[in-house]
């Protein structure tokens, strides 16, 4: 007996083949609903103009329906917008889009450099309600996790976004940085993924696709396996000890730095890509110049670059970002070591553009004790 099929948004090509030749359909019919789906975004069966009536209402019938609705918009002076999701049991989750430029012109998150034409967007999308990794630093930890997303709720996001992104500009590039961990919801990301990836759907290239994870090892090992390295891989490193590491992160205490780093040397990289090394700026406990000369020791001989983030203030959390002088004097350091290094520049900061502010506002949040400062080298 073959397993159920996955919920419409989230069927590849063979699967509505499957799907609409059980139902009579002739097989020229899947790629047209496929096509719908994802090259068009369109999710009302109604308005599937080519389709015969009986296929319309069939896909109805199935549920074929927006699986989420935006229910506020909050746009950034710099072009940066907020997007405030309800999902169908009433819970909610962000997205954000940012306009080329928005993030700092050394870096653009995604990776690729602008093409000609419309100018490019990236939209942050998340893969969880909530988050079970409990990063103090994390709006979306502070409130624990909630549930998965399935890929279709996935996938929903960034046919929303592209319709969406503002005048003149053209979503190229995604990242998984939004609510959630996206290797702790392996299988519907892996889906998800796929489906950005189909040519006769959005068609994304898998230069412009980042996914960030805080270190689960084995399912970047499987990642590696199954897209063959090919899509941009982005770690939530932060601090280059395990002691301290383990405060911020949990999940150090499962995999530490070193099963971490025998892992991005397993990473089957292709050539001239790096993987990406995410380091949140905390004032007084990991934004020392020791600090930056035990990065670039730990990151040495890796084929890596380093994106500074100074801490999104997260509401009832105590702990923020240092000032400037010694952002720019981290940045200096890691550059006189090798390290190439850039800093995120903050994006839609006066309308809470840290992950989880606007979905979980409502949440009660597992408050922790503030860190240590550190000092010493």
């Not at 890691?334 to 809470?352: C, M, N, Q, S, Y």
Request: a positive charge; aromatic letters at 6%; glycine letters at 10%.
């Amino acid at each position: 007996m073959s397993s159920p099929l996955p919920d419409p948004i989230a069927r590849l090509p063979g699967e509505w083949e499957e799907a609409l030749a059980a139902w009579g359909e002739p097989r020229f019919r899947a790629a047209q609903v496929f096509q719908w789906i994802h090259a068009r975004g369109v999710l009302d069966p109604e308005a599937m103009t080519n389709l015969p009536k009986r296929l319309r209402a069939r896909l109805a019938e199935e549920g074929l329906a927006p699986p989420l609705a935006l229910t506020a918009r909050h746009r950034a002076e710099d072009g940066t917008q907020k997007l405030l999701f309800a999902l169908g049991d009433g819970r909610t989750i962000e997205s954000v889009l940012i306009p080329q430029g928005a993030s700092g012109v050394e870096d653009p998150i995604g990776g690729e450099e602008p093409e000609p034409g419309a100018r490019p967007s990236t939209q942050c999308i998340s893969t969880q309600v909530g988050c079970a990794m409990g990063c103090v630093f994390c709006a979306s930890g502070m409130a624990g996790l909630k549930r998965h997303l399935g890929a279709g709720e996935i996938v929903a996001q960034v046919l929303a976004g592209r319709a969406l992104v503002g005048e003149g500009e053209r979503l190229r590039n995604l990242v998984l940085m939004g609510m959630g961990e996206p290797l702790h919801n392996y299988d519907a990301v892996a889906r998800a993924l796929r489906l950005f990836f189909h040519p006769e759907g959005i068609g994304l290239g898998t230069r412009r696709v980042t996914l960030s994870t805080s270190g689960l090892v084995p399912e970047i090992d499987r990642l590696a396996r199954d897209f063959g390295g090919k899509v941009q891989l982005a770690i939530s490193l932060h601090v280059p000890d395990d002691a301290r590491r383990s405060e911020l992160m949990p999940i150090n205490r499962r995999y530490p730095l070193a099963t971490l780093m025998d892992a991005l040397r397993r990473y089957p990289l292709p050539p001239r890509r790096r993987i990406t090394i995410e380091y949140t700026l905390v004032r007084g406990y990991n934004d020392a110049l020791w600090d930056a000369d035990a990065l670039a020791r730990l990151l040495h001989g890796l084929r890596v670059k380093v994106n500074l983030i100074p801490m999104n203030p997260v509401p009832d959390n105590p702990l923020g970002p240092p000032g400037w002088p010694v952002v720019e004097a981290f940045h200096d350091r890691l550059w006189e070591r090798g390290v190439a290094t850039f800093v995120r520049r903050k994006k839609g900061d006066d309308i809470a553009a840290a992950c989880g502010q606007l979905a979980l506002a409502n949440e009660p949040k597992k408050i922790r004790v503030p860190l240590p400062v550190v000092a010493g080298g």
